[in-house]
Antibody, heavy 120, light 110 residues
Framework: EVQLMESGGGLVQPGGSLTLSCAGS????????MNWVRQAPGKGLEWVSG????????YFADSVKGRFTISRDNSKNMLSLRINSLRAEDTALYFC?????????????WGPGTMVSVSS | SYVLTQPPSVSVAPGETAKIACGGN??????VHWYQQKPGQAPVLVVY???DRPSGIADRFSGSNSGNTATLTISRVEAGDEADYFC?????????????FGGGTKLTVL
C-alpha cells in the first residue's frame, strides 16, 4: 500500500526557517516525481514545488521561488522542503503528494499533511 | 501564468447528475486531473488524464475536456459525494513548469 507521511511542521516566528519531510513507502520511490501542495485554512489547494524522479529538475511556484528549496533522498525514500524567510501567508497545511513518471501526470497519492503556522 | 476557473459552488439533488466546469485557455490541449476533498481529509484523485479513473473510484465519476472547458460529471449523486472538487493541469509553457489548480467547487447535495 502506498503511504506518505509528512513531518516537521510547527509554530514559527516570521522570518524563521523550517524543514518539512515526507517519508514514502509501498512504491518505487525512485521512479516517481513528487510534489508539495499547501492549503491555507479555509482556502483552496496551492501547489508550491515539485521535483523529478531523479531529483535533477525542480520547480517552484512564483510565490515561493527563492525562499523554498525542494530535495529528495532516493536512498531513503525521503522528500524534503526547506522553507526560509517565513511569512504569515505561508501558514497552511502542507501536503506531500506522489506524481507520475512525468511532471504532467496526476498526483495520485497524498499524505495527511503537516501544519505550518507563522506567527509572533 | 495559466489560470483555471471553477464555479465556487454547485448544488444537486440525490440521484441527479452534477457537472463541475473548469475553464482555461485551450485547456482541451492539456490533460486535466480532478481531485475530491472532504472536510479534514487529504485530496483524493478521482479522474486523471481527462477521463480515466483510478482503481477504487466509482464509475459514476467521469470527465470530458474540449476547447476551453473541462468538465467533471458525477452521475447518480449520493450524499457521500458532498465535497470540494479541484481541477488541475501542468503548465509547461514557460521555462519553469508549474502545477496549476483551479479555485475549487463546493458540491452540495440537497
Amino acid at each position: 500500500e502506498v503511504q506518505l507521511m509528512e513531518s516537521g511542521g510547527g509554530l514559527v516566528q516570521p522570518g524563521g526557517s523550517l524543514t518539512l519531510s515526507c517519508a514514502g513507502s509501498g512504491f518505487s520511490f525512485t521512479k516517481f516525481a513528487m510534489n508539495w501542495v499547501r492549503q491555507a485554512p479555509g482556502k483552496g489547494l496551492e501547489w508550491v514545488s515539485g521535483i523529478s524522479a531523479s531529483g535533477d529538475e525542480t520547480y517552484f511556484a512564483d510565490s515561493v521561488k527563492g525562499r523554498f528549496t525542494i530535495s529528495r533522498d532516493n536512498s531513503k525514500n525521503m522528500l524534503s522542503l526547506r522553507i526560509n524567510s517565513l511569512r504569515a501567508e505561508d501558514t497552511a497545511l502542507y501536503f506531500c503528494s506522489k506524481g507520475g513518471t512525468q511532471m504532467i501526470d496526476a498526483l495520485d497519492r497524498w499524505g495527511p499533511g503537516t501544519m505550518v503556522s507563522v506567527s509572533s | 501564468s495559466y489560470v483555471l476557473t471553477q464555479p465556487p459552488s454547485v448544488s444537486v439533488a440525490p440521484g441527479e447528475t452534477a457537472k463541475i466546469a473548469c475553464g482555461g485557455n485551450n485547456i482541451g490541449r492539456k490533460p486535466v486531473h480532478w481531485y475530491q476533498q472532504k472536510p479534514g481529509q487529504a485530496p483524493v484523485l478521482v479522474v486523471y488524464d481527462d477521463n480515466d479513473r483510478p482503481s477504487g473510484i466509482a464509475d459514476r465519476f467521469s470527465g470530458s475536456n474540449s476547447g476551453n472547458t473541462a468538465t467533471l460529471t458525477i452521475s447518480r449523486v449520493e450524499a457521500g459525494d458532498e465535497a470540494d472538487y479541484f481541477c488541475q493541469v501542468w503548465d509547461g509553457s514557460s521555462d519553469q513548469g508549474h502545477v496549476i489548480f483551479g479555485g475549487g467547487t463546493k458540491l452540495t447535495v440537497l
